[in-house]
């Protein structure tokens, strides 16, 4: 079974910085791209990252560029995502996703406020 947990939200201030990271089992992690996705209140999903399976090759969404970072460990089977310069719209739940099926598990959920 395909198991992906997202941890490491939480309440930050404006211009801070938070580090996500994913925990995937029950498939072979290091043979597929993955992503993360945000989704507010009454809004779709929206792509933030997303990373080749070797991670080589990562796109961001327009409104994350230049201020997050995703990686990935396939030793360990890990994605993150390091968010800098965090603002007030980038409050949301956030996800780790397998991009093949677009399989996700349970987010975390990130407020940015002062």
């Known amino acids: 079974e395909v198991q992906l947990q997202a941890s490491g939200g939480g309440l930050v201030q404006p211009g801070g910085s938070l580090r996500l990271s994913c925990a995937a089992s029950?498939?072979?992690?290091?043979?597929?791209?993955m992503s993360w996705l945000r989704q507010t209140q009454g809004k779709g999903l929206e792509l933030v990252a997303r990373i080749s399976k070797g991670g080589v090759n990562a796109v961001y969404g327009d409104s994350v560029k230049g201020r997050f970072t995703i990686s990935r460990d396939n030793i360990n089977n890990m994605l993150y995502l390091e968010m800098n310069s965090l603002k007030p719209e980038d409050t949301a739940v956030y996800y780790c996703v397998k991009d093949d099926d677009r399989t996700r598990g349970p987010g975390t959920l990130v407020t940015v406020s002062s």
């Open positions: 029950g498939y072979a992690f290091k043979n597929f791209a």
